[in-house]
């Protein structure tokens, strides 16, 4: 057996001229998940939720006895004090009569802005049948509805006249339509874009430097709720509370039915994994991710309320409006 000492010493490894070791590539961070933005999912899947007819049922039911037992007590209330004061009595019963028929104005309220999402969802089969048939007098009541449905938006008036001067010497329907869209839809685009863009940079900003449970749901619910409607606002459809949570729940179930609502694809993993602060902070990669899906939300709930489809090249870029959103709330990646 050798009892010579072992001749293994340090060894000197020698670099080329010119490499840094300092610019390496960081080696990657395979346990760490990637960002799923599971805000969004959460808030997609509530909203898509559809309540049984038995839950359905059991709410009505509910809200119907509580509305009789608060009505009973009110009057017994009015009554009891008419009887020790009239005067007084008489007062609460006047507030109370003034609360209902302020009840009852909200409710009109709400009934006329179904009416409105009705008409423009109408205009809107109407004109993709228009589209579909070619046919040029269809295309021409396309047209006077759309006159009729922004003749009180100052906004539209140059827009409008241009489009009354032009429609007559116009002879194709797919040409009528698209003088329309361009005349009429594009500024209206351009403001619903500016709150896709708002809201995806709330919701992506409260994600990233909120850390409380749940509050980056309640944000993007609450956003995605007030953009949708801000939108259909934009394009006509004035919308009460049930009107917005009707607008709601329609976007969501269209994209939770096509898979669209997903942080799986090229797009939104590009997004993710693109910035230098998703790389080192996982809550600012889910920022970025719930702010990428509340711009799909945005283009989907765009398409949901226009009166007209989208003409080719039209659709706006999911990821044009992502960038504009986070550009200058994150860094960008050097």
Known sequence: MSTEPSKTGPVLIEFDDGVDVTEAAPVPDLMAPAPTGQAMQVTAQLAARKPSRLTRWFWALVGMFVSAAVSMAAWDFATGLVARNLYLGWA???????????????????L?????????????????????????????????????????????????????????????????????????MAPLDKAAQREVEAAARQVAAVTALVPLALADVVAALTSNLRMIRRIAEVYGGRSGTLGSWRLFRAVMTHLVATGAVAAGDDLIGTIAGGGALAKVSRRFGEGIVNGALTARVGVAAMEVCRPLPFGEGRRPSVAGLVKRALTGLFSKER
């Not at 269809?138 to 009729?148: F, K, W």
């Open 112 to 184: 006329a802005g179904l009416a409105r999402l009705k008409r423009v969802d109408g205009l809107k089969m109407r004109a993709e049948a228009a589209v579909q048939a070619h046919e040029m007098g269809q295309a021409r009541s396309i047209v006077d509805a759309l006159l009729q449905l922004y003749r009180g938006r100052e906004d539209l008036s140059w827009g409008r006249d241009s489009l009354r001067r032009q429609r007559d010497e116009v002879l194709d329907a797919d040409a009528l339509l698209a003088l329309a869209e361009s005349a009429l």
């Open 92 to 110: 609460v019963m006047g507030i109370g009569a003034a609360a209902l028929l302020l009840a009852v104005m909200i409710v009109l309220k709400e």
